[in-house]
């Protein structure tokens, strides 16, 4: 149910791009339309988000009615205050469901119970406050969690108090509220233990690797089983290459259609978009992280669950065993060498050969006929993140699948509160959050470019949320707050200051199922 709502707050972003890989990932031209904002009612992931958060909300109401009428708690031995926990996670997750219809669409039909009459959209201002009683009823009715206990999927207080917190921290750009402090005041809370115990992980594979259930940082998760596939929790085959089973020594289900990865960060010759001339103060993530920081290592399967590196980028070739490498399967196919992924878009394949007649001596005469833009890539181009979806070797073919998906963590709660207390003026307190969570991915806690008061602004928030948060489903929320999403340019995006495109269209099936919904402004 996940899938439209991560692709339209990942893709069109400064994070994450479609591109066009010769015959590949065209489709109508949907992609790259996604990534210039150029958003039509027609879109399938419009549809599926907007579907996805309905039936969610219909699903939710459902199972607190079944709850409810059918089973009977103490006749089956549960204990005193289980049947309320479960009623009011049922509770949260419809107010959950709802908090994505709001980021995505502004106002929805609000709805109590399963079935009833149809109903238009309420405004803006009534669907948040719909959301915010749903969360506040709920909160003290639902379990605190202790510091070891295992992670379930099931909705904690702090899981709760974290989406009230989204909420508010959004709220100047959903009512035009600023509602900072309030946000500020919960996440204080949180990390003073008043919603449970939880700690910031030491590493980076506590927090997405194939134990993770036992993690303290985790406030809410979805869980996974060993042996099945994480596609439609990570999006693995949208951004595995073809052939990379190959890299994992043929490891069942896991090849892809080599698709997604992070915008590039490098123009074709080397110069980082960062500096001059292009002086981009987003995106590129890749590039902006920090060559020392450990989590930029290529992506690693030792043994015993263990792994290093977050991204799938270079020579791809196994450092256990070379005969582990993935091939070509396009430009590429044929060569017998390895595929070697590059943090940039451009053609490469067609320098010094002849394609179609035609014959390209150099890199320049390749841009001139394909630019790096959306529309041109090749299969070897772009970074691709394995952040929330390590795979084992087929060596130790049981943990596949076995990492959880992490929803809601504690750095979140870090990051919110650093924000709001920039956005109050105390930037030295700001600063002190943020290198908290930083000083994990460094060796020794050795930070070599720290968060200060004389260098944090808007484009230093914007870029540690993105380092610490990139492939997680928020980009454009965080971008929005701040007013970027349409105002700043990065690769191959033209700012168009349409603030109109901070909201979805209602897609044309969604309009002819039910007339009483009004299509947001801007659109047709």
């Known amino acids: 149910m996940d899938e439209g709502r991560w692709a339209l707050q990942e893709l069109g972003t400064d994070e994450y791009a479609l591109p066009t890989r010769g015959s590949d990932w065209f489709d109508q031209a ?20 907007w579907t996805n958060y309905g039936m969610g909300v219909a699903l939710a109401w459902d199972a607190l009615e079944d709850l409810e009428k059918y089973v009977d708690f103490d006749a089956l031995g549960f204990a005193q205050g289980a049947k309320e926990s479960m009623l009011f996670q049922q509770q949260t997750l419809v107010a959950s469901f709802y908090l994505d219809g709001l980021d995505l669409f502004g106002g929805c039909p609000l709805y109590s119970e399963v079935g009833g009459e149809v109903k238009g959209r309420s405004t803006d201002v009534e669907t948040f406050n719909f959301i915010e009683k749903l969360l506040k009823e709920a909160m003290p009715n639902l379990p605190i969690r202790k510091a070891g206990d295992f992670h379930t999927g099931s909705i904690s207080r702090a899981a709760c108090a974290a989406l009230l917190i989204r909420l508010y921290f959004n709220a100047e750009a959903y009512i035009r509220k600023p509602m900072y402090a309030e946000a500020a005041a919960i996440c204080q809370d949180i990390i003073n233990g008043v919603y449970g115990t939880y700690t910031l992980a030491k590493t980076y594979q506590e927090i997405f690797g194939f134990t993770n259930e036992r993690c303290d940082e985790m406030i809410w998760s979805v869980p996974s089983q060993n042996a099945q596939t994480q596609s439609g929790g990570t999006y693995w085959t949208w951004t595995a290459h073809y052939n990379f089973r190959q890299y994992l020594g043929n490891l069942t289900s896991s090849g892809g259609n080599n698709g997604i990865g992070l915008v590039p960060g490098l123009d074709p010759y080397g110069v980082k978009y960062s500096g001059p001339p292009y002086n981009y103060k987003i995106g590129g993530v890749y590039s902006r992280m920090h060559d020392s920081d450990l989590r930029k290592k290529k992506y690693v399967y030792t043994s015993n669950g263990n792994y290093e590196g977050m991204f799938w980028v270079g020579q791809m070739i196994h450092p256990s065993n070379p005969d582990w490498k993935i091939l070509g399967g396009r430009e590429y196919a044929g060569t017998g060498q390895p595929i070697e992924f590059v943090d940039q878009v451009a053609q490469f394949y ?73 956005r109050t003026g105390d930037l030295n307190g700001a600063a002190e959050l943020i290198n908290t969570v930083r000083k994990r991915y460094f060796t020794g806690g050795n930070d070599p470019d720290p968060v200060s008061a004389s260098n944090l602004d808007k484009y230093r928030m914007l870029n540690e949320w993105s380092l610490e948060f990139f492939e997680e489903g928020r980009r454009r929320t ?31 099936q969604t309009m002819g199922a039910n007339t009483k919904l009004e299509q947001n402004p801007g659109y047709k």
Not at 30 to 49: L, T
Not at 480 to 508: C, G, K, M, Q
Request: net charge neutral; charged share 25%.
């Open 30 to 49: 949907q992609y790259q339309q996604v990534h210039h904002h150029e958003y039509k009612e027609s879109m399938s992931w419009v549809n599926g988000a």
């Open 350 to 422: 067609r320098i010094g050969k002849t394609v179609n007649g035609v014959f390209y001596p150099d890199l320049a005469s390749v841009l001139a006929a394909f630019p790096s833009d959306i529309r041109y890539a090749e299969e070897s181009n772009l970074v691709r993140s394995t952040k929330r979806s390590p795979r084992p070797t087929s060596t130790d073919q049981t943990r596949l699948g076995n990492p959880d998906i992490p929803f809601i963590r504690l750095a979140e709660i870090y990051y919110t509160l650093a924000e709001c207390k920039m």
């Open 478 to 508: 965080d971008l929005i707050r701040w007013d970027a999403y349409v105002t700043e340019p990065w690769w191959d995006h033209v700012p168009s200051n349409s603030r109109h495109l901070h909201r979805f269209p209602l897609h044309t």
